[in-house]
């Protein structure tokens, strides 16, 4: 039951263009064999006629000429010499019967020829049939000569007919198969340009979900195309009217909470330092209440935070990063310097252009994320490959399913392991806005199991480097 679902699965769809080129080919390979089984029956048709026709012409000919020359005191040994001056067609050999005697060609006997002949042309009348004889195709001519108890047979040998035939049939086989390669060719071609429009589509499609909601397709000249176009960029800008509204919307209502907020906050702050005077159950309360609020305070900066990448209006202020130097003061601004910084740049400065703001966000939302629900940060390590820098941030927690790994970071996505993961105060948007920092740098982040093969996760940042460095390692 396994092995056949796997092999189910394995086996992918054709593509439309395949389908496509397909199509083309199999409709040339069919307009082929009409063509070639059409043209194979009337050619032999007109080959063959035409061949009789000469052979009969010859044949009657032949039997005038025969007929002049006999004489009542002919014998059939002195008929060789009158049968030599006959006209002699390509593939031809004469018979003649003369009273009750016969002269005989080489590689045709008397037996050869069908009854049915012979006896018509015994009752005084000519005639003709094909007939097989060794396996060879021959026409068998006969006439009779009334003025003399003789006859005159011609047997015309048709090979040559079924070796234009088989000329014939090859180079329409030849162009059958070239006519399948052609149809292929303009299928792969045809489809290709009917695509194309489908391609731009998907393309642009691609970059409004990757946040590019201005991408908009351009117009075709063609009336279908343009319709397709104008409908598209219509659905696009109803998603960006939306989502742009959605955003003002979550950021309107953040912006209004902070007031409150505020006072809330100054509010517990007096409270906490008059903690002295309160009941040991109304401490408990009071320190719900920081922990909460904190919780909440936080949830409406991500919240604006978010709103910003939504409406887009996120921007990146580029500076010259010392990548070794930045996650050292990452560690150093949460107070864990001790954590060991696996430096596989070979103590060699490798510097990139970020926003340093939010990348220091980056590194302290996940050492955030793996102190308070990894189980501890036990490693961070940086590699340099082409192109790109990488930095990975290991925790010694129970790791993250491969199943959740493509959605732990969505907004408010903790997975099923958020339970087990700690008991912390976070609200959910701490990897989406790791997620939206790096895409706004043209990065990727991701997580992984631990390179030790410990228990545990490693997130991945990778980042950019610029272009004149990149040239510099690829030399």
Do not use: C
Not at 26 to 38: E, N, Q
Not at 73 to 89: A, F, Y
Not at 238 to 244: S, T, V
Not at 270 to 286: G, I, P, W, Y
Request: proline share 4%.
């Amino acid at each position: 039951m396994t092995a056949g679902t796997t092999d189910t699965k394995s086996l992918r769809p054709v593509g439309l263009r395949a389908r496509i080129s397909m199509a083309f080919a199999i409709g040339g390979l069919v307009l082929s064999v009409v063509l070639a089984g059409v043209t194979m029956v009337l050619s032999r048709e007109q080959l063959i006629e035409t061949r009789e026709k000469s052979a009969a012409a010859v044949a009657v000919s032949n039997a005038a000429r025969l007929n002049n020359q006999l004489t009542p005191d002919t014998t059939v040994e002195g008929l060789p010499s009158i049968v030599d001056s006959l006209t002699n067609l390509e593939g031809s050999q004469p018979l003649v019967r003369l009273r009750t005697e016969w002269l005989l060609a080489p590689e045709f006997g008397r037996g050869d020829i069908p009854g049915v002949l012979t006896a018509l042309v015994e009752s005084g009348q000519p005639g003709q049939i094909r007939t097989i004889v060794a396996g060879r195709p021959q026409l068998v001519i006969g006439l009779p000569l009334t003025s003399f108890d003789a006859d005159y047979y011609e047997v015309i040998d048709l090979d040559g007919v079924a070796d234009t035939l088989g000329s014939i049939r090859f180079i329409l086989f030849s162009a059958g198969a070239a006519t399948t390669l052609l149809g292929a060719v303009l299928g792969w071609w045809a489809s290709r340009r009917t695509l194309r429009p489908l391609r731009r589509v998907s393309a642009a499609a691609q970059a409004i979900a990757g946040g590019r909601l201005d991408t908009r397709l351009e117009r075709q000249a063609d009336p279908d195309l343009d319709l397709l176009s104008d409908s598209f960029n219509d659905m696009a800008e109803a998603l960006e009217a939306r989502i742009r509204r959605d955003a003002r919307f979550a950021s309107e209502v953040s912006h209004e909470l902070r007031s409150p907020l505020m006072t809330l906050t100054t509010t517990v702050g007096v409270l906490e330092a008059r903690r002295d005077q309160f009941s040991e159950r109304s401490r408990t309360a009071l320190d719900l209440l920081s922990q909460d609020l904190a919780r909440f305070s936080r949830l409406v900066e991500d919240l604006l935070e978010i709103s910003r990448f939504d409406a887009g209006a996120a921007s990146l202020e580029l500076t010259e990063i010392n990548i070794a130097n930045f996650v050292h003061a990452s560690l150093r601004s949460v107070h864990l310097e001790d954590v060991a910084v696996a430096d596989g740049f070979g103590g060699r400065p490798v510097f990139i252009d970020g926003d340093k703001r939010r990348l220091a966000r980056v590194m302290a939302n996940l050492v955030r994320n793996a102190t308070r629900h990894g189980g501890g940060l036990t490693g961070v390590s940086m590699e340099r490959d082409i192109g790109v820098v990488r930095i990975g941030i290991e925790d010694d927690g129970p790791g993250v399913p491969p199943a959740e790994r493509e959605h732990i970071f969505d907004r408010f996505s903790r997975g099923s392991s958020a339970g087990s993961r700690g008991g912390g105060s976070g609200v959910g948007l701490g990897l989406s806005l790791v997620w939206e920092d790096i895409r706004l740098h043209a990065g990727r982040v991701w997580v992984e199991d631990r390179s030790d093969g410990g228990s545990g996760a490693r997130f991945v940042i990778e980042l950019p480097l610029p272009d004149d460095d990149h040239a510099a390692v690829t030399v």
